[in-house]
């Protein structure tokens, strides 16, 4: 998706794009930036491994691109990047999807090995998004990053992402897709997991999308939407709504539905054939956070 912004449209709502080399603006109090980089050479893959301690990757991981929201006077930065959600892969480790026999020989490095697949060969993960509280830069030039995770506090509630304000005719100030990783499994399907965020002069909006499609067996869809309404007292709130999605191939053919693999090219189109499994609404208030870290500190 292409979009052409309007340099007026920009001026109207007090928003400038990044300088440099940057891909991304400020607005509202938010600064907003999209990074894409080239899949992980052989050298970083062996250094993720480690990390991760797996021999398993996804075919192509973006290990440089993320995409970063700031709210810049409060330190606040949520922020979604490959590590992180093949963090949340290795922790939820599921069982390996069954594999139908006539496509194992596809898994295979050797024409007659034994096909062991002992691990999550899907790469699903559960990932939502990272939180980082970046605190202001100190007299010697360092800055302090402390993990969201004990700081940030997102709160069941009953709200829902307003999808009618999202689908008035705002002007787009800035959208982008970054693709985090993907694997074709042998050709026998896709795991692929993206975020696109978009800009207008009201709120921001950004889908984080996992989705899978294993020919023949299942299709999973993993949704993470966030939005954020700009406000002028300079305490926003971040709405965030999970939603998976799964069913089995045969789930779907009861209904009615194709089994070709053909139909499922899309996961937008499809999701709403597969029922929902889990649904969750939670909001961050991010007023008050830097008072609290100083507080801590005392």
Same mark, same amino acid.
């Given at each position: 998706?292409?979009?052409?912004?309007?340099?007026?449209?920009?001026?109207?709502?007090?928003?400038?794009?990044?300088?440099?080399?940057?891909?991304?603006?400020?607005?509202?109090?938010? =600064?907003? =930036?999209?990074?894409?980089?080239?899949?992980?050479?052989?050298? /970083?893959?062996?250094?993720? =491994?480690?990390?991760?301690?797996?021999?398993?990757?996804?075919?192509?991981?973006?290990? =440089?691109?993320?995409?970063?929201?700031?709210?810049?006077?409060?330190?606040?930065?949520?922020?979604?990047?490959?590590?992180?959600?093949?963090?949340?892969?290795?922790?939820?480790?599921?069982?390996?999807?069954?594999?139908?026999?006539?496509?194992?020989?596809?898994?295979?490095?050797?024409?007659?090995?034994?096909?062991?697949?002992?691990?999550?060969?899907?790469?699903?993960?559960?990932?939502?998004?990272?939180?980082?509280?970046?605190?202001?830069?100190?007299?010697?030039?360092?800055?302090?990053?402390?993990?969201?995770?004990?700081?940030?506090?997102?709160?069941?509630?009953?709200?829902?992402?307003?999808?009618?304000?999202?689908?008035?005719?705002?002007?787009?100030?800035?959208?982008?897709?970054?693709?985090?990783?993907?694997?074709?499994?042998?050709?026998?399907?896709?795991?692929?997991?993206?975020?696109?965020?978009?800009?207008?002069?009201?709120?921001?909006?950004?889908?984080?999308?996992?989705?899978?499609?294993?020919?023949?067996?299942?299709?999973?869809?993993?949704?993470?939407?966030?939005?954020?309404?700009? /406000?002028?007292?300079?305490?926003?709130?971040?709405?965030?709504?999970?939603?998976?999605?799964?069913?089995?191939?045969?789930?779907?053919?009861?209904?009615?539905?194709?089994?070709?693999?053909?139909?499922?090219?899309?996961?937008?189109?499809?999701?709403?054939?597969?029922?929902?499994?889990?649904?969750?609404?939670?909001?961050?208030?991010?007023?008050?956070?830097?008072?609290?870290?100083?507080?801590?500190?005392?």
């Amino acid at each position: 998706m292409e979009v052409e912004v309007d340099e007026k449209d920009l001026k109207v709502a007090g928003a400038e794009p990044l300088t440099g080399e940057r891909r991304g603006l400020r607005i509202r109090g938010w =600064e907003i =930036e999209s990074r894409k980089r080239s899949i992980l050479n052989s050298s /970083s893959v062996e250094r993720w =491994e480690q990390k991760l301690e797996t021999n398993h990757l996804p075919e192509m991981v973006f290990g =440089e691109s993320c995409l970063v929201l700031k709210h810049v006077e409060s330190g606040t930065k949520i922020h979604f990047n490959a590590f992180d959600a093949l963090s949340g892969w290795k922790l939820e480790s599921l069982p390996p999807v069954e594999v139908p026999a006539a496509a194992q020989w596809k898994f295979r490095s050797k024409p007659f090995e034994q096909l062991i697949l002992d691990y999550d060969y899907t790469f699903t993960t559960p990932y939502c998004g990272s939180e980082t509280i970046e605190m202001d830069t100190d007299k010697d030039g360092t800055r302090d990053n402390l993990d969201g995770s004990s700081s940030l506090h997102w709160e069941d509630c009953k709200e829902k992402i307003d999808v009618v304000a999202l689908a008035s005719k705002e002007p787009i100030l800035f959208y982008d897709e970054v693709v985090l990783y993907e694997d074709e499994l042998a050709d026998n399907g896709v795991s692929l997991l993206t975020v696109k965020v978009r800009v207008m002069p009201s709120s921001w909006f950004l889908l984080l999308r996992f989705w899978l499609r294993v020919d023949g067996v299942l299709m999973r869809l993993r949704d993470t939407r966030m939005h954020c309404v700009f /406000s002028d007292s300079g305490n926003p709130v971040i709405l965030r709504e999970n939603c998976w999605r799964e069913a089995t191939v045969q789930a779907l053919a009861a209904k009615g539905y194709p089994t070709d693999s053909a139909a499922y090219s899309d996961p937008s189109i499809i999701s709403q054939r597969l029922p929902v499994i889990m649904h969750r609404t939670q909001k961050l208030k991010i007023s008050g956070i830097m008072e609290s870290l100083d507080d801590e500190q005392k």
